[in-house]
């Protein structure tokens, strides 16, 4: 049953002339030639001769990696069209190599009812240049109270359920959600907070918010609310997901709960993995979000645990905002970065480029993780796979700039940085949605 | 050539500080003239832009841009077409096709004066934002302090007592204190003294018997919210000056009182305190004035020491 859609576009037919090829799940690492055959890869190896109507690429020095995959984003559609939508949303995962993405329910309507998610089904089906699919809400309007027709929405193709955004406020919350998604067979997602320790918080509570003055959100906030999920989760034999872990208490109970056997899985985002509190003395608005910049031994030991599968995949957390939420005093600002379009260059950068992961970790965490979490096929560079590939250029260095976007919003925590890492083409479900022409 | 801010105290050097307090001092004979003004800043504009109450900073800021002949504009959000939901990018727009030299702003929220300064030409001097810093506040205080204890504060002991978590004043004074030599010491409720703040080099007490060692202890102001349900900072004021409010018996002979105002009398400082001569309050005050002059002028002609002699 499908639970992604995308428009449709031509089939392609492409011949990837020697490109790194990295698929860490075939175990290929190697120079290769990828042909691509109605959408379809029909061969890999040397030397491959381009069939008539195949368009030949010359991918020489560069990466073809298996396409990327996002559990985490916020495509605005229904109602803040203006910060951005299924069009502008895909075509900017596109340009971020991604080939599936999955958007949240807290939009306006939420996605709550099967009639709203088989709505926006038909809005991907138009708009979409990758395949896109979508969390149901756990709670009717998030509000927390009561649980939403979870089967007729999976029916429907809901991927998950999530509050995103929102904490589940209670603990019998929790277990019914857990208790429900037995009926469903789809992951319930928890985004951890617990409120009572957030309020009015606007960045981590350590040292640097103690000098600015700024309320502070302590790593309990998450990570006791974390535990209480993972527990019931335990009481109930559930599978849980956790979305963007950021504190190093959490990860603590992460491992506790991955070491009984239980089923859970969690996410985190390129800027915990490659920023700290540190960034908000600029008081600069596109660096505050939630869950907050951590301390730098946070972002260690986020590191780590995605090297070693603890944390099981990266995840953008892309959260578009108008310039009116954001060119505002760091104080009354939204929280949220975007980061579909920057995530792998910002990882290859920050984490590959100094060995604290490398390429194939990477590109795993960033692909087929994810997608065996989303119980999709995972993308794989071998003959008979549909073609879900992105190509890359790792020598390509680039800044990142308001105007580079194809985003609606250009509300990145990453403004200015200069990367390493372009993505030169993207082929998502067998079309080509992205195709760099720089 | 860039503009100069004032947004925090960190914006100035050790030097920069000494140069603003000698200029400060060389206003003061000015202000004991039977004709208080001088043509300093004559045809600059200031506007003093207050979105949060004040009565101290907002009217000596007024008062010192007069005395320097320069032209001033005051805007409250009350009255203003903030109340008409007008952001603080478009009252930047707006303000500064008048073409200020100088926008003053007092704002609730933390990171305004950046908002601010990114949208005018004008230079900001921060008069308070939310809880991050107060930094003329802090400039007047080390003035007071060089007043009456002489030029070298190095080495002096400050005691900060109170609120510190909501405290834009302590975190200026923090830092300026400790710039010019100070030792600093805060003391006051765990509930109220911020996670992290012995990162910033200074000690942390909760009890207010060991404050014996400091020449000057420095209390601020109570907020009666942080009282309100849910918020539980304190179970009362009335346990608050049981336990921190200062007393002249709990003062040892010597030490000397400041508070930035408004004060609370009789909860974080006895009325026996708070009227007697020896504290610093109305002193800080009266600093006010010429500080915010120095700062004015400064800001317009810049921190070299050329130009200083011109000034009267």
Redesign the interface.
Known sequence: MDRTWHKPLPAADLLLRGGRVVDPRSGIDAVQDVLVKRGRIAETGAAITAPKGAREVDVTGMLVLPGFVDLHAHLRAPGREDEEDVASGTLAAAAGGYVRVFAMANTDPAIDTAAGLRGMADVARAEAVVPLGFYGAVTRGLKGEQLTEMAELAEAGAVAFSDDGRPLATAVLVRRALQYAKITGRVVAVHGQDDSLFAGG?MH????????????I?SLCESLDVARALDMAAYEAAPLHVHHVSAAASLEALSRAKSTGLKVTAEATPHHLTMTDEAVV????NVKMNPPLREEDDRQALVKALKSGLVDCVATDHAPHAP?SK???????AFGTTGLETAFAVLYTDLVKRRALDLGTLVTRMSQAPAAIAGGEPPAIRPGALADLCVVDPRATWTVTVEGFKSKSANSAFLGRRLTGRVKLTVAAGRVAWEDDA | MAKRDLISIEDLSREQVELLLDTAESFLPVLQRDIKKVPTLRGRTIVNLFWEASTRTSSSFDLAAKRLSADTIALKASGSAVEKGETLKDTAITLSAYGPDIIVMRHPSAGACQVLSANTEASVINAGDGKHQHPTQCLLDLFALRQTFGRDLGGMKVAIVGDILHSRVARSDIMGFQLLGMDVTLVGPPTLIPRGIDQMGVRVEHDIARLRDADVIYLLRIQKERISEGANFLPSLREYSRLYGMTRARLRPGQRVMHPGPINRGVEIGPDIADDDENLIALQVFSGLAVRMAILYRTVVGYSDAGSEEVL
Do not use: K, N, W
């Open positions: 606007q509570e350590g040292p640097v918010s103690a000098r600015l003055g700024l309320a502070g302590p600029s008081l600069d608005s009116m060119d505002v005093p760091f104080e009354e600002a």
